[in-house]
């Protein structure tokens, strides 16, 4: 039996290229009490892009307090904008939920590094609309085949994300230093952050957290909570045990 809870409003901070449809069945499986808030931050979903990665924070942040959530759950590079957003002083008050973030591995990993080159981020939604890279895509990263209408819901959310070349335009090392100073300054940005993490994600690994430990040490101090069964993806795997542990975060005393 779920535990008895006041209402809660949670912002959803997905990764490069959500889609709205990410969290279409997880939100037949919520009580009345919990409302999920999706796509908060432009260049989503057909949302207009933004010229700059200032006024993208700027438009995120207030997308944010307009809809004033009382929980982020942030996922992907959703993590690493919302500290973004942290490190200027904006949203301090609001608990934090991290979900597989990208944060100081942006500067290890592959992709990421191959994609600041102008080339290869006009070929990103190509390459997302290739019905091959697609399979491909499915079978590595889903640990449950997704029915085919979320299969193209979920690729014509990168069809439809002007802000997804940018994005690896703008978070490179340069703003992981830049952050490192603004969050040393500000070290009330680190605190009520807790981390999930898929034991299955094959998307981003636990070593993100090893990276980020390097760079700031007050990470340590996140509670970290691993579910050995999911994917990058739980919200498509299992709507229903995503929802679930998301309502109890949410109900537990003192949780984020």
Same mark, same amino acid.
């Given at each position: ?11 959803? $901070? ?15 499986? $919520? ?23 200032? *006024? ?13 959530? +009382? ?28 979900? %597989?973030?990208? $944060?100081? +591995?942006?500067? #290890? ?6 994609? #600041?080159? +102008? ?20 079978? *590595? ?7 085919? @209408? ?24 340069? $703003? ?11 070290? %009330? ?10 034991? *299955?994600? #094959? ?9 980020? #430990? ?29 929802? @679930?542990?998301?309502?109890? +975060? ?7």
């Amino acid at each position: 039996m779920m535990p008895a809870m006041l209402s809660c409003r949670i912002a959803f $901070l997905g990764g490069n290229g959500h889609c709205a449809a990410r969290l279409a069945a997880a939100r037949g499986y $919520l009580p009345d009490e919990v409302v999920l808030l999706d796509n908060c931050y432009p260049g989503f979903e057909g949302r207009p892009r933004a010229d700059s990665l200032e *006024k993208f924070l700027d438009a995120m942040g207030a997308n944010l307090r307009e809809s004033a959530p +009382g929980r982020i759950y942030a996922m992907g590079v959703g993590g690493l904008l919302s500290l973004c957003l942290r490190a200027r002083g904006d949203l301090l008050e609001i608990p934090l939920l991290f979900q %597989a973030p990208i $944060l100081w +591995g942006l500067e #290890r990993r592959l992709m990421p590094r191959i994609m #600041r080159l +102008g080339l290869a981020r006009f070929a990103l939604t190509r390459l997302f609309a290739s019905a091959p890279f697609q399979r491909r895509f499915v079978s *590595k990263y889903f640990t449950h085949p997704p029915a085919p @209408e979320m299969v193209r819901a979920f690729f014509d959310g990168y069809a439809q994300c002007t802000a997804a070349p940018d994005l690896f335009a703008w978070l490179a090392p340069s $703003l992981l230093r830049s952050l490192e100073r603004n969050l040393a300054a500000r070290p %009330a940005a680190l605190e009520n952050i807790e981390v999930w993490w898929g034991g *299955k994600d #094959r998307v981003v690994t636990l070593q993100e957290l090893a990276w980020t #430990r390097e760079a700031l040490p007050r990470s340590e101090r996140w509670p970290v909570r691993v579910f050995p069964e999911w994917g990058h993806y739980p919200m498509i795997d299992d709507p229903q045990g995503w929802t @679930e542990e998301l309502v109890r +975060g949410v109900a537990a005393p003192g949780a984020v």
